[in-house]
Nanobody, 116 residues
Framework: QVQLVEAGGGSVQAGGSLRLSCAAS????????MGWFRQAPGKEREFVAA????????SYADSVKGRFTISRDNAKSTLYLQMNSLAPGDSAIYTC?????????WGRGTQVTVSS
């Protein structure tokens, strides 16, 4: 019942910033955990950041701590990922996900390319 659509990807120079969004249709409740994952060519998909929909907890991968910020707007049913100090190693397809402990929903992803 939940559909996720990412936006905000694109190309940016090293050191630049991008803000990704993930708009959700369907109903989201406090028990949902929302997160971002990424996958670069030739690499496994990796966890980036997650936040409980009620904002009660948040976590980041060590590789993005201090540079990325995850947030959400309950009224707009939208998840965000603010990415600062981007480096070529951050280039990947970024995908958002929602999980209520029983069912997981995934978006289709948005491409982020960081050039040096």
């Amino acid at each position: 019942q939940v559909q996720l659509v990412e936006a905000g990807g694109g190309s940016v120079q090293a050191g630049g910033s991008l803000r990704l969004s993930c708009a959700a249709s369907g109903r989201l409740f406090s028990g949902f955990v929302m997160g971002w994952f990424r996958q670069a060519p030739g690499k496994e998909r990796e966890f980036v950041a997650a936040i409980r929909w009620n904002g009660g907890s948040i976590s980041y991968a060590d590789s993005v701590k201090g540079r990325f910020t995850i947030s959400r707007d309950n009224a707009k049913s939208t998840l965000y990922l603010q990415m600062n100090s981007l480096a070529p190693g951050d280039s990947a397809i970024y995908t958002c996900a929602a999980n209520n402990g029983a069912v997981a929903y995934w978006g289709r992803g948005t491409q982020v390319t960081v050039s040096s």
